[in-house]
T-cell receptor
Framework: DAEITQSPRHKITETGRQVTLACHQT?????MFWYRQDLGHGLRLIHY???????NKGEVSDGYSVSRSNTEDLPLTLESAASSQTSVYFC???????????FGDGTRLSIL | DQQVKQNSPSLSVQEGRISILNCDYT??????FLWYKKYPAEGPTFLIS?????DKNEDGRFTVFLNKSAKHLSLHIVPSQPGDSAVYFCAARSDNQGGKLIFGQGTELSVKP
């Protein structure tokens, strides 16, 4: 069965460190997205990609970067982790812009 | 500015009764609306959607209603079951924004036996 997986599921790190969260999907979807979920805010879009070598900033992109070197993966990097980036991160993918997005099970990131 | 709002953080309903979850939006360019359901420690899963050219869409126990003049949509679950207990997010999309989803804050539904 095709799926979307995120790793790690949980991570604790210190402020100032670089952190990379992985997202891998086997649906061969062109569109991939990264969100963060915080209480009172729902899910907010960080970065998204519509295909290989394409990346775009979302609503809350400051302090984050992504790269898309193949169809299956969209890693999210926090260049210098800050406590305000403690959150639950979700990756999603969709077949096209008009299709519903499928989400991974999330990465809970704590920055101390 | 929150373009999609779910003003009720929580809702408690008795098993077998109707659950009504509400969502308001401000951007009149939104042309497609979705509801997602989320269990703890899992990702959101797509539940039901509605295009702005319709005012109702039904899928089994789930019905979504759209009132464009009021910029309001609602999700009805009839009858409610304990397994429906989850956080429900509404989301909206406009074609001129490349299909990006804007999510509401979520409503936690608790269905009591």
């Amino acid at each position: 069965d095709a799926e979307i997986t995120q790793s790690p599921r949980h991570k604790i790190t210190e402020t100032g460190r670089q952190v990379t969260l992985a997202c891998h999907q086997t649906w061969n979807h062109n569109n991939m997205f990264w969100y963060r979920q915080d209480l009172g805010h729902g899910l907010r879009l960080i970065h998204y990609s519509y295909g290989v070598q394409d990346t775009n900033k979302g609503e809350v992109s400051d302090g984050y970067s992504v790269s898309r070197s193949n169809t299956e993966d969209l890693p999210l990097t926090l260049e210098s982790a800050a406590s305000s980036q403690t959150s639950v991160y979700f990756c999603a993918s969709s077949e096209s812009r008009n299709q519903p997005q499928h989400f991974g099970d999330g990465t809970r990131l704590s920055i101390l | 500015d929150q373009q999609v709002k779910q003003n009720s953080p929580s809702l408690s309903v008795q098993e077998g009764r109707i659950s009504i979850l509400n969502c308001d939006y401000t951007n009149s360019m939104f042309d497609y609306f979705l509801w997602y359901k989320k269990y703890p420690a899992e990702g959101p899963t797509f539940l039901i959607s509605i295009s702005s050219i319709k005012d109702k869409n039904e899928d089994g126990r789930f019905t979504v209603f759209l009132n464009k003049s009021a910029k309001h949509l609602s999700l009805h679950i009839v009858p409610s079951q304990p397994g429906d207990s989850a956080v429900y997010f509404c989301a909206a999309r406009s074609d001129n924004q490349g299909g990006k989803l804007i999510f509401g804050q979520g409503t936690e539904l608790s269905v009591k036996p």
